[in-house]
């Protein structure tokens, strides 16, 4: 299995920003995708998740800015972050089973 988070960057507050996660490895179109983030000194926490069926459930604090969305055709998931805040700040990461794990990329919400 290999996950490759892409997309991450330095972005103002009230700005936008898409992650990307390509998969390998494993039936990518009947898999349960999860985005998660991990701030400095704290636990890493589930944002976003989506079932193989398109289902999607968000945590409470990114509910209306974030959306999960898949291409399956891509073996790709994906993470519209929008509104942002200092807060959002923290490593992304996707995941497959919360077992599985992508390396990675910094979001980072600063003026």
């Known amino acids: 299995v290999q996950l490759v988070e892409s997309g991450g960057g330095l972005v103002q507050p009230g700005g936008s920003l898409r992650l990307s996660c390509a998969a390998s490895?494993?039936?990518?179109?009947?898999?349960?995708m999860s985005w998660y983030r991990q701030a400095p000194g704290k636990e890493r926490d589930m944002v976003a998740a989506i079932t193989a069926g398109g289902s999607t459930n968000y945590a409470d604090s990114v509910k209306g800015r974030f959306t999960i969305s898949r291409d399956n055709a891509k073996n790709t998931v994906y993470l519209q972050m929008n509104s942002l805040k200092p807060e959002d700040t923290a490593v992304y990461y996707c995941?497959?089973?919360?077992?599985?794990w992508g390396q990675g990329t910094q979001v980072t919400v600063s003026s």
């Open positions: 490895g494993f039936i990518f179109s009947q898999a349960r």
């Open positions: 995941s497959r089973l919360g077992y599985y």
